[in-house]
């Protein structure tokens, strides 16, 4: 699957690696939403993070309403992790000109999912009620119960747990297309 009008927009924003995506590959599982409770400092203070966001049976379903979608591969090495962000709100607000775009083209469905938490605003208000960018905001795949590792994986693409911030990351975003 293949809309080479569309890949133009990815490569004009500057997103030149990608793949195209089934959404019924991609893996949602309550683990995924266990690790965001149990282990992430941003649990119930974003507004697109749990409990923020849908429950995982009705995560599955979003996906399962879609026919096509591009997994972006953004690969980075931040030398110093309180920069980490500002690259995040920088990709995902060229992430947001693409969706954008898409959606100009008449694919009235398309939806981003982040590449990291959201990062929009310096401070996050906690709550999608008392969100200032509700137009903008979007969440990542892990907060929708993805798993991209498994998921990632399905389509060669690398991944790894890092041990230390000097290691080169490989983040992923999701866009759905209908």
Request: one cysteine or more; aromatic letters at 12%.
């Amino acid at each position: 699957m293949s809309y080479p009008d569309l890949e133009k927009v990815f490569k004009k924003n500057g997103f030149d690696r990608f793949k195209w995506i089934k959404p019924s590959d991609i893996v949602v599982a309550q683990w995924v939403r266990m690790k965001c409770m149990y282990g992430c400092g941003s649990y119930g203070k974003k507004g697109t993070c749990p409990p923020n966001t849908p429950s995982i049976e009705e995560c599955r379903e979003f996906f399962s309403e879609y026919s096509h979608g591009v997994v972006f591969h953004i690969r980075a090495s931040l030398e110093d992790p309180a920069t980490r962000d500002v690259f995040s709100r920088e990709i995902n607000t060229r992430l947001l000109k693409v969706e954008r775009e898409v959606f100009l083209r008449d694919f009235r469905k398309a939806f981003l999912l982040f590449m990291d938490e959201c990062h929009l605003c310096a401070r996050c208000r906690g709550t999608r009620h008392d969100c200032t960018n509700l137009a903008m905001a979007r969440p990542c795949p892990e907060s929708m119960g993805v798993d991209v590792y498994e998921t990632v994986r399905k389509y060669s693409l690398p991944i790894q747990v890092l041990k230390d911030y000097d290691e080169e990351m490989n983040r992923y975003a999701f866009l759905m297309i209908d």
